[in-house]
């Protein structure tokens, strides 16, 4: 179970304003996106969430408990892939699991497999290339247990075909286990086909501009991506962000 | 005061010969009679111009027989042992005429004689010739060496060492024993001349190399004409000598150089008939007893380690 | 090769210029010094290795517990880190006296020598290492719930490895001539008492015997270390070495 | 603080457990002796550390040129990096006749002790700062079609300036010990020739003035290249300090 | 003026086979896409081409002169942003032209407001969001001089809107220079938008599975985007990658 609650959160860098009261939740076993431009605070709002900082002012609570500042409660997936170079790619993939004390080097070789690694799992990050370092972090956030989720822009480096297959998976995985699930990025069909609810942040300083219901059924299939209604919302979401940039 | 004298005599100091004299330790009452010459113009007066240098980890007998260095202090152990390795350094006069160093040890320990070495530790530097030195004191007293303990006691000082594990260590009295006295730690000590004649090699002597005896046997005379000027005014004037000494050197300590200095000033000359006089006898006996206890690879060319020559004539 | 041609050099100016022999002998004099007097010295010189060994093993773990310790506890930094520069300022020929009245003229006080020697170069290339680890993969391992703990030995050692290997290196080179020194504290047998007794009764060709031991236990010493380098580190990627091109 | 919470107890015990003075004398004693006698040593004080300052600065720069050397020609590294641990061990003792003998009583033989001592640390810790560049960075630059010469100035030292400065600290401290060292050699004035006198005369308290003496020039001399480092390397992320939270 | 050519171009890593046969051309002033799936071998495709490695088999030609293995002949901008830590944003920026000798402040600091970076020209890269890395990396390789830019994946962290900024401020620079870019991204809309000529490469080992010309007039307008043929269009390509993954 994974309810997360952020409060009037606001953040600077060196006298810049980046979040300002920044107010949301996500609800247990919730998919939710956050959009917004390149540079406007969402994976500073990542950072504070897992409590790697402070925020200025605010608080967050998960599950009714507050976290501000706290670490360790988030599965999280850095923007950057962040992988180790000492490690090869299935002790990079267990390393998330390991901090919280559950490796489990069979699984990591399935989901290995699955992510198109095959034959990669004792190399090195630095013979791979920049999408498999990106799938081999993916994994890592997945195969750590917490119930809350953090993908931040899981699928930027990844071709088309790579990327629908990694959403289907991570779909597949949300419904089963009922995580929890917070999303970051600059693809609104992504979005769009992926959340429950969208949160749209303005520039810097980053507030919570407008929040979307997607009211799509699940499980949603790759036809929905054709649908006059999926366009529809596509041009809503398009256009709420234009406004901003 | 020196600085009175030099004022004085600046015309002609630009025809004094350079000369350096390398020490074998830092400066000590061995070596006042230099610092007496020095300070006190006599090698000004037989147109030198002496530089005294403190060896550091060199030590003098390279730099000596490399001609870095004019002259040095050294030993007749050491100059024996460079001589039978070929080094071509002379011995030009003794500074001390009998060996001062023995074996002391704190009274509370007990040692009153070689025979009471048997079950004690001894701290040595690890030279074989000690253990030699040590089995001819106990012979005489039916002794036997292989019962004392020797430990090496590296670069230990006296009185660190006899406060743990060691019992007896082999010093100069001159120096270590008059701090001793000092300090009010009274010692027992055995000397080695009063054990055995052979045993009383020189300690320190002075040296050159054999190219300036050849080349340069004038400025040699005058050297140890200043020189035995020097050493002849220290035993004189204890007092006035140690204060040349510290006035020279003024990073010593001023107490032990006075005390040592009244010690040492009657053993320079002691019952020789001059300062510096030195006999083959001696020199012989030591290299002899040295290569008897396979202390020396071959026997020592005795007559050419050491000369008498540029002694001044007696007056 | 270099190292022949040297002694060719040498050995022919050496007959060239007629250098004495008790100043520089040549290398034939030494070497044939060095075959025949194998048995004058053997002795000496498994004493002085092991001591070596010993000392360079205690020296370097106290090396590296003291960069943990420094690194870990932020306040022990300030107040440890000028007692070990000054420890690199004591003479021996202070401390000798003081470490044989506490320890008397065992092997103790020749480990501490050793000890003090080697420990230094090792602890602050260490700490150097484990302060500069990269900032994002820091931040991974915050986010994740990483335990100080965790951080340490999952990011920050591998990371400071290389660093420690270059402490190890400069050590190593260091500890042989620790333990010469450490015998001039009183030692029965060794490669220092060796040399010493060569340097009094001026056989220089046993002093260089001595010099030529103690190289090449250095040499043997450092190249163990490097050897041991390479395979601990191994999953540097070559980019940085090809500078050729 | 620390120090002088040490201090007291050491003047405590020396008066508890009646320590003799000539084996480790009260602070106290200590004290007034480098007030009293600040006219004996003074010069000698001013001699060491120009002998120091000059020293460490050739020793650094030659380290540097190796380093530099080395790494950009790879022959030459195959052939020096043993000569460079071999010149770490040729004893002061075979060294100091031969530097007498070659260089005579000058400055010169000192500067190159100082050098022998501070030049090796320095060299190795630049050598593997240069070679463990990051290799991303490395292809960036080679494929923008980079010079040697560019590749070496804008990345590999820049890159290598913290081991440098790692290297530089550790010689620091090491570069006053060489000094006096060096003065063994044969000097007229210095920290060494005082200590060596006050020794010789069993003057306990002046050795330990000595010591203090040493120490307070390594401390300085070691925080002022802290504080170079400090002003030097301003771009590092802190990201890897606050292992606290 | 820059005409680029490969020759049946091959290349293998640790024994596997990564690109095989590889044949194509850019032309003077031409803008070609590489589109592949991840982990095909494009951004190996990019080191062959910027001379990093050289390939097993084949050539590379530049003008009619052979440049396999030679460096320095492209503008590049790599996958990660391999921005320099020590550097600030606009030491950064400027650092492509440092290397051929052409650094000119002045545009640079245009060229960085024009990215949206306004405010953090003198900003370490850890100061950045991953996107706004991505753009001063995009800025570096602008303000390189040579003829042909390699850019690989120039775009992926960016939101749509600034995305489109940045296409059209490339398309302004291409027509008004007259360079040449090969361009990859895994964004089809982005290549058909952008390109004179698209090459598709099949999965590993990676061959030249088709070439497409774009026919679309120029200058495009983000209306093209809507039109039926650009839908038709991106359905082809669609179709033609699904076959490959
Ligand atoms: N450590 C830091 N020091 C100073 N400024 C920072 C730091 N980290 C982030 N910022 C600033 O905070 C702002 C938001 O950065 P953040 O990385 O959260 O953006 P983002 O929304 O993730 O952007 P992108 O989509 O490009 O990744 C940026 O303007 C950035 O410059
Ligand atoms: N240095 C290396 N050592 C070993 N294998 C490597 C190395 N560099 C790349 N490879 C392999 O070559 C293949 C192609 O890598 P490349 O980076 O060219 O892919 P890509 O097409 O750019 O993929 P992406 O879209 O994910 O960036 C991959 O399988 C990768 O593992
Ligand atoms: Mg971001
Ligand atoms: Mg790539």
């Known amino acids: ?245 | 005061s020196s600085n009175e004298q030099g004022a004085s005599s600046e015309e002609n100091e630009k025809e004094l010969k350079e000369v350096s004299i390398v020490l074998d330790w830092t400066p000590n009452t061995n070596h006042t009679g230099l610092y007496v010459a020095k300070e006190k113009g006599y090698f000004k007066e037989q147109g030198l111009d002496v530089d005294i240098l403190m060896p550091g980890e060199t030590g003098a007998d390279q730099l000596v027989a490399s001609g870095k260095a004019e002259f040095g202090v050294s030993a007749q152990e050491a100059l024996t042992h460079a001589r039978v390795q070929d080094i071509p350094i002379v011995s030009i006069a003794a500074v001390i005429q009998h060996n001062t160093s023995g074996f002391a040890s704190p009274k509370d320990k007990n040692i009153t004689s070689p025979a009471d070495y048997e079950g004690k530790t001894y701290g040595g530097w690890g030279a074989p010739v000690e253990k030699a030195v040590l089995s001819s004191l106990m012979k005489q007293e039916d002794a036997d060496v292989e019962k004392v303990d020797i430990v090496n006691m590296g670069n230990t000082d006296f009185f660190t060492a006899v406060k743990r594990d060691v019992d007896f260590a082999w010093i100069y009295y001159g120096w270590t024993g008059v701090e001793a006295e000092l300090r009010g730690q009274e010692l027992n000590m055995q000397y080695l001349t009063d054990y055995s004649e052979k045993l009383d090699y020189y300690t320190p002597i002075l040296t050159t190399n054999e190219s300036m005896i050849n080349e340069n046997p004038e400025t040699v005379s005058s050297f140890i004409a200043a020189v035995s000027k020097g050493y002849t005014f220290a035993k004189d004037n204890p007092e006035d000598a140690a204060s040349i000494l510290i006035d020279a050197v003024p990073d010593l300590d001023e107490e032990l150089v006075k005390a040592s200095q009244k010690w040492l000033s009657p053993k320079y000359q002691d019952d020789a008939d001059q300062w510096g006089i030195q006999e083959k006898e001696t020199w012989k006996n030591y290299s002899d007893w040295m290569y008897n206890n396979d202390l020396l690879e071959e026997q020592l060319q005795v007559e050419d380690a050491f000369t008498n020559e540029f002694l001044p004539n007696k007056e | 090769m270099v190292l022949i041609l040297l002694f060719i050099i040498w050995e022919i100016s050496s007959h060239l210029f007629a250098i004495p022999a008790w100043l520089m002998p040549p290398p034939s004099d030494i070497f044939h010094e060095g075959i025949t007097g194998w048995s004058n010295y053997n002795g000496h010189l498994l004493s002085t290795i092991q001591l070596t060994l010993l000392g360079f093993m205690i020296g370097a773990s106290f090396g590296v517990i003291v960069a943990i310790g420094l690194h870990t506890i932020a306040v022990l930094r300030e107040i440890v880190y000028p007692f070990m520069i000054l420890s690199q300022n004591i003479p021996i020929i202070v401390l000798a006296p003081l470490l044989v009245i506490w320890f008397g003229f065992g092997t103790l006080p020749k480990l501490i020598i050793i000890t003090l020697v080697c420990f230094f170069p090792i602890a602050i290339a260490t700490l150097d290492g484990l302060k500069q680890t990269s900032s994002e993969l820091m931040h991974y391992m915050k986010m994740a719930g990483a335990s100080n703990k965790q951080i340490f030995w999952k990011l920050e050692w591998p990371h400071a490895l290389p660093s420690l290997f270059s402490g190890l290196k400069i050590s190593a080179t260091y500890s042989v001539m620790g333990a010469v020194i450490s015998e001039w504290l009183g030692a029965k047998k060794g490669i220092g008492v060796y040399m010493t007794l060569a340097s009094s009764s001026f056989r220089t060709d046993r002093v260089f015997v001595a010099i030529f031991i103690i190289m090449i236990i250095s040499l043997s010493f450092f190249a163990l270390i490097a050897l041991l380098e390479k395979r601990v580190i191994r999953w540097q990627s070559k980019g940085g070495e090809h500078t050729d091109g």
Chains 1, 5 share one sequence.
């Open chain 1, 1 to 245: 179970m994974a309810n997360l609650s952020l409060q009037s959160i606001s953040m600077s860098f060196e006298g810049k304003k980046i979040l300002e009261d920044i107010q949301f939740v996500v609800k247990d076993a919730e998919f939710v996106t956050i959009l917004g431009p390149s540079g406007s605070g969402k994976s500073t709002l990542f950072h504070l969430i897992g409590g790697l900082y402070k925020p200025e002012q605010g608080h967050i609570f998960l599950n009714g408990e507050e976290i501000t500042g706290k670490r360790g409660s988030i599965s999280y997936m850095p923007q950057s892939p962040s992988l180790f170079p000492w490690r090869t790619i299935v002790e990079n993939v267990l390393l998330g699991a390991e901090i919280v004390g559950q490796a489990d080097k069979g699984t990591a070789l399935q989901m290995i497999e699955k992510a198109g690694l095959l034959g990669y799992e004792h190399a090195y990050p630095h013979q791979l290339s920049g999408g498999m370092k990106q799938r081999a972090a993916f994994i890592r956030s997945l195969m750590s247990p917490q119930p809350l989720i953090c993908l931040d822009e899981p699928f930027s480096a990844l071709d088309e075909f790579t990327r629908v297959e990694m959403q289907k998976w991570l779909m597949n995985i949300w419904v089963e286990h009922k995580r929890s699930i917070l999303f970051v990025t600059h693809n609104i069909e992504e979005a769009l086909f992926l959340s429950d609810r969208i949160i749209v942040l303005s520039n810097r300083p980053a507030t919570v501009q407008k929040e979307f219901h997607i009211p799509f059924k699940r499980p949603r299939e790759e036809s929905l991506l054709l649908t006059e209604e999926f366009l529809a919302w596509k041009k809503e979401i398009y256009n709420e962000l234009r406004v901003i940039v």
